[in-house]
């Protein structure tokens, strides 16, 4: 399985943006990019993925390398429920049944009011 | 609410003890997966079902057990429980098996081995 890299934590002010780096030298062309993200007390959520190219939803932007060696996801205004741990992952294309969502120990993100 | 709904969400047992967690998806689901999340060793990926069939394993002990049932629903089963076993249990679901599948995830279950 290939992975990934995360700082082990970072600060950011409230209503800042955040950029959350993830490096993943040994992805390989079908694999997919995905976030989540756990809040205290709480189970994994959902925030994004992609493939190739940059992705936005409400919740935030992915910001793809155009070697797709690294990724960066962006909460383009933080506030303090965005404090959590953000996990970023890596899911292989290929033969049907093998997926294993391997979290990482990711990033603890601490918001400042 | 992610709508995948897992029971007890406490459980606190004696070590060599058997426990079974449940968990059941959203509806429409077809894909189930265990993790287990200790202090020290994060979330670990335990075991995937999909439509009733075992489809990836991890880290899972030969102690401990899963399986998904005909309505979708899903069990993990964990035997001659040690200390070490004390940790939350997550189960998340997916409607398919592809790798750009969002997953839901419960709230899972707090283990408690004394």
């Known amino acids: 399985d290939a992975k990934t890299t995360q700082p082990n934590s970072m600060e950011s002010n409230e209503e800042e943006p955040v950029h959350l780096p993830c490096n993943h030298s040994t992805i390989s062309g079908t694999d997919y990019i995905h976030w989540y993200r756990q809040l205290p007390s709480q189970g994994p959520e959902y925030v994004i993925h992609g493939l190739t190219s940059n992705v936005n939803n409400r919740m935030a932007s992915l910001a793809i390398a155009e070697d797709r060696k690294s990724s960066t996801l962006i909460l383009h205004r933080a506030t303090l429920r965005d404090a959590a741990v953000y996990y970023c992952i890596l899911m292989p294309t290929g033969t049907s049944g093998t997926y294993k969502y391997i979290f990482g120990t990711g990033t603890r993100l601490k918001v400042l009011a | 609410d992610s709508g995948v709904t897992q029971t007890p969400k406490h459980l606190i047992t004696a070590t060599g003890q058997r426990v079974t967690l449940r968990c059941s998806p959203r509806?429409?689901?077809?894909?189930v997966y265990w993790y287990q999340q200790s202090l020290d060793q994060g979330l670990q990926f335990l075991i995937q079902?999909?439509?009733?069939?075992?489809?990836a394993k991890g880290n899972i002990l030969e102690r401990f057990s899963a399986q998904q049932f005909p309505d979708l629903h899903s069990e993990l089963n964990l035997s001659s429980l040690e200390l070490g076993d004390s940790a939350l249990y997550f189960c998340?679901?997916?409607?398919?098996?592809?790798?750009?599948?969002?997953?839901?995830f419960g709230s899972g279950t707090q283990l408690s081995v004394l």
């Open positions: 079902y999909y439509n009733g069939e075992e489809r």
């Open positions: 509806s429409g689901d077809l894909s």
């Open positions: 998340a679901s997916s409607q398919r098996d592809r790798p750009n599948e969002k997953l839901f």
